[in-house]
């Protein structure tokens, strides 16, 4: 293919990665960038070149090595679920801003550590960036007609162009906020988009391979098994072969955590945690998919071309050899999005460090605080672009200067081994409390010194001397310092060979460092933060054990100088109104100073800000014994807290409860207070009566015509009787209220009750000459007080009887079943009941109240006994409304 | 997700750790194939696809 056609593809390729991008920039809260399909994708930055070539080169020489980097992430994705949460909530606690920081804040805000960190990080990436560019530098030559292009100088050599166009991909959408733990959506959606197109070229290509080139994946094992040596490619030759394997699948578990690429999509862009509920499954299928053809394109490709000596690129040379250069282009395009992704986020990830963990707090701290906030996040953003460039630069003079002498496949190992380095003080700390920052220095410095010399030194100087010596007789001729066999352990591949010698004494040195030596209190603090972290979340800004003397006013200075003034007032006001302090507060406590490094840290990193802050107060020391104290009691407190909370809600509710039933006594009182006047009243007047009639009959006894006499005496009977009736009625209707009547409940037949009320009252009818009409003649039989349902009864009748014209007065009782009760009305068509009195007919004494104009003729308390009888049987009693002609009073009996 | 849930993932995490290292792995380490799988390939393969079936049901049921 043309030189040019091909450059300009790339060209397109990339606008169209710049745009999608800039689309995930503009839509930042689009469900299109925040899902949990992106985040798993974003983690695919893991299949960089060296899967997506190397693996066949690996498959077609040496066999099944190139599994283990695979399994071991395959092994450590389900530990995901309490490793990773753990770490991003940690992160996202502490904003953290790279695997640099969150080690160095473990072991209390360590700047020396944050910078090895930093610097075993750019050992390890260098030559893993360059291995991709590597990779795109071979494939161009590939795919270039011109096959005698060679660079000779970096001016004509496209991989450095193709460098600077990542570096600007980089610098423009990695650094435009100064605050590196927000979250860098344009970047990881175009690697979540280049993580499709790399899977599905990739498979495209194996499927085209396998079913297309030759007949399915039988025929490619029979044509291959025939070959010799064969059985070494498909098994593992024996015990020790199985220690290399079980130590490249340790690296690889590594450096799925530790690798700060991936550190910086599994954790940093991590929007929420659930999202892991699908990662978990999904990222090792996404792998399991990317590894499914790949012996079947490394054994086509040995088959094809005979020879193993470019079988990193089969995918790309079986395509071109059978002149499918289309299908050549798309493989082209596939590894190419792997190099991407992967250098931008490395980079990313990397300059971040440099600039957090490096420069910062070693030389420009000074200079920042007197500079103003807007040149500050300039020099920040600055400092972070010139190291993306600077970072890409070197490993494109890394390339230039190894990569010709070695594989992808060793480059890559050569970088797991130096970032796994990290894993004692990154694991054990995590779980650890007593690790300090003495033993993680030492063993990593110990463990990467031990990988330098075994992994790095003998290609370096192979490079320079042109000679093999160090490798074949070792340092100074000593033959137990063999670089690839110290102490004669020689059975190991180089790669395993290092990480077993490193890790052994790294993690040694880490355990036993720590057990000599303790922490100072601040580093105890933060270990128990990390370790105990669920705890410690409730605890938040509260968690930092702080002593000394402090001012807001100094605090906030220096926050202006990062944040700027109208966000550094803004988080102030925040956290003043958060912790429910005084907006004048001038003592700053520990809460404040917590929360000042936190926010500091996303853009200076957390060692800087630690020193920041310390710069501006006076801190006292605590001592260790203090500090375990103190977070003791600060739990314990919330603890305490919480259960103060439930205990005066408890008394609130109860007070809330006092207090209504001090109401319904009060109105209670003031019932009793109406119904003893109304009751005196009542009593008064028939005494008055018979007062006023015994009166006459004693002063004038001689004169008075008999017939006025027995009038007279006729007068007080009647009183009497009244006087009698109404004291009965009170004392029942007090029962009833009161709630001391017992009902004598059996099952009787309603109707035969009916005929008993009418027949008692039938009399009084008579006498009146009104109608009394039983209409349901139908037994039914139900439960209820017999003695007390007659009261009811007869006093209605009696109601209606008053109520009824003599002569044309009729009164009918019916009764009907309805929903899971019996309604007995009692329709009479006398003089009905006036609108306005409706509300109140059932309430006691209520014709008192028009005693003026109409003469009394009850005791007024005869609706209100009825009414608490029926309601003693759970019932209802209404008077309907609507009627034209006399009244109807309903009541009902519920049965069941 | 209840920490027995969890648990089980750890003992997933645990229990291929084992299966796919020596001397566990030996036991599919011989000549032949299933598919055209080489059956160290095709086992491997296996426990890996059984693995994410395990989470995926694990993580779906019990996930909160």
Request: net charge positive.
């Amino acid at each position: 293919m043309n030189n040019y056609t091909l450059i300009s593809i790339i060209v397109i390729y990339l606008a169209v990665l710049f745009y999608i991008a800039f689309l995930a920039e503009k839509k930042r809260q689009s469900k299109w960038v925040n899902n949990p399909y992106v985040y798993t994708l974003s983690l695919a930055v893991y299949c960089s070149a060296w899967t997506y070539y190397g693996s066949v080169g690996i498959a077609a020489n040496s066999g099944i090595n190139f599994l283990p980097i695979y399994l071991g992430p395959v092994i450590a994705v389900p530990l995901w679920i309490v490793v990773l949460r753990k770490i991003i909530r940690i992160s996202k606690q502490h904003k953290i801003s790279s695997i640099a920081d969150f080690i160095s804040l473990r072991y209390g805000n360590n700047r020396f550590l944050g910078a090895l960190v930093t610097i075993i990080c750019l050992f390890g990436t260098l030559p893993y960036i360059s291995l991709q560019l590597k990779a795109v530098s071979e494939t161009f030559e590939i795919m270039s007609d011109d096959s005698s292009y060679i660079s000779t100088t970096v001016i004509d050599d496209s991989t450095f162009y193709v460098a600077l166009l990542l570096a600007v991909f980089a610098t423009f959408f990695g650094t435009q906020r100064t605050d590196a733990s927000e979250k860098h959506k344009g970047i990881i959606a175009s690697v979540a988009f280049e993580s499709v197109l790399k899977l599905v070229f990739f498979l495209i290509i194996g499927v085209y391979v396998t079913y297309y080139l030759f007949d399915g994946t039988t025929d490619i094992y029979n044509q291959i098994s025939v070959l010799p040596n064969f059985k070494q490619l498909t098994t593992l030759s024996g015990v020790e072969d199985g220690l290399n394997w079980l130590y490249l699948i340790s690296l690889s578990f590594m450096a799925v955590f530790l690798l700060p690429r991936q550190f910086q999509v599994s954790v940093l862009e991590n929007n929420r945690e659930k999202h892991l509920k699908k990662a978990i499954w999904l990222f090792p299928l996404y792998l399991l998919l990317f590894n499914l053809f790949v012996i079947f394109i490394a054994w086509a490709g040995k088959l094809t071309f005979g020879s193993t000596e470019n079988a990193e690129y089969y995918s790309l040379l079986l395509p071109l050899e059978n002149n499918n250069s289309f299908l050549a282009t798309l493989v082209f395009l596939g590894g190419f999005s792997a190099v991407i992704s992967m250098v931008i986020v490395s980079t990313l990830a990397l300059s971040t460090m440099v600039s957090n963990n490096l420069i910062i707090p070693y030389g420009f701290l000074d200079k920042f605080i007197k500079n103003q906030p807007e040149r500050n996040s300039k020099y920040i953003k600055n400092i972070r672009r010139i190291s993306i460039f600077t970072i890409i630069i070197s490993a494109y003079f890394f390339y230039v200067l190894f990569s010709k002498e070695l594989s992808l496949y060793s480059i890559g190992l050569i970088s797991f081994v130096i970032i796994a380095q990290l894993a004692p003080s990154f694991f054990l700390g995590l779980y650890w409390n007593r690790g300090s920052s003495k033993a993680a220095i030492i063993g990593a410095l110990v463990g990467f010194c031990i990988a330098i010399y075994t992994l790095v030194l003998p290609f370096t100087l192979r490079v320079y001397t042109g000679t093999d010596d160090f490798t074949q007789f070792g340092l100074f001729n000593i033959s137990s310092l063999k670089p690839y066999a110290l102490f004669g352990i020689d059975f190991l591949s180089p790669p395993a060979h290092a990480f077993f010698w490193s890790m052994t004494f790294n993690v040694m040195t880490y355990m036993v460092v720590s057990l000599l030596a303790k922490g100072n209190y601040r580093e105890r603090n933060y270990a128990e933060m990390f370790v105990d972290s669920r705890n410690f979340t409730t605890l938040q800004d509260s968690a930092l054990v702080w002593k000394g003397e402090a001012y807001v006013a100094d605090i906030k200075n220096v926050l202006i100088r990062f944040l700027g003034e109208k966000r550094a007032s803004r988080a102030l006001n925040i956290f003043f109104t958060k912790y429910k302090l005084p907006k004048d507060t001038q003592l700053a406590d520990a809460r404040l100073i917590n929360f000042s490094e936190k926010l500091l840290t996303g853009s200076i990193g957390s060692a800087s800000a630690k020193i920041l802050i310390a710069s501006v107060v006076k801190e006292e020391r605590v001592s260790l014994v203090e500090v375990l104290k103190i977070l003791e009691e600060s739990k314990e407190n919330i603890v305490s807290n919480k259960v103060l909370l439930e205990k005066s809600n408890e008394l609130t509710q109860l007070s809330s409860k006092l207090k209504e039933a001090n109401e319904e006594l009060i109105s209670k009182d003031k019932q009793k207070d109406e119904f003893l006047d109304t009751v005196a009243h009542e009593l008064k007047t028939p005494i008055t009566g018979i007062r006023a009639a015994t009166e006459l009959l004693m002063d004038e006894d001689d004169e008075m015509p008999k017939d006025i006499k027995a009038q007279f005496l006729k007068n007080i009977l009647q009183d009497s009787d009244r006087l009698g009736r109404l004291i009965h009625n009170i004392l029942d209707f007090e029962k009833l209220e009161t709630g001391r009547l017992n009902l004598d409940l059996q099952y009787q037949d309603i109707q035969k009750t009916i005929v008993k009320a009418i027949n008692s009252i039938s009399q009084i009818a008579a006498k009146k000459e009104v109608q009394i009409i039983n209409k349901n003649t139908h037994g039914f039989i139900t439960s209820y007080d017999e003695d007390r349902i007659l009261q009811v009864l007869t006093n209605l009748l009696s109601n209606a009887i008053k109520f009824c014209e003599s002569k044309t007065g009729e009164i009918i009782v019916d009764y009907k079943l309805g929903n899971e009760r019996v309604e007995i009305s009692v329709t009479d068509n006398g003089k009905g009941i006036p609108e306005e009195d409706f509300d109140y007919i059932f309430d006691k004494f209520y014709q008192s109240k028009h005693q003026n104009t109409r003469k009394p003729a009850g005791s007024g308390l005869g609706l209100a006994i009825t009414k608490q009888i029926v309601e003693k049987h759970q019932g209802k009693i209404w008077a309907e409304k609507g009627v034209k002609n006399g009244a109807i009073l309903v009541f009902t009996i519920p049965f069941k | 997700m209840k920490k027995r849930h969890e648990q089980k993932l750890v003992v997933l995490s645990i229990a291929l750790f084992l299966i796919f290292n020596i001397p566990f792995i030996l036991i599919f380490n011989f000549e032949g194939a299933i598919f055209g799988i080489p059956t160290l390939y095709f086992s491997i393969f296996s426990v890996w696809l059984l693995s994410i079936i395990i989470s995926y049901i694990v993580l779906t049921r019990h996930y909160e």
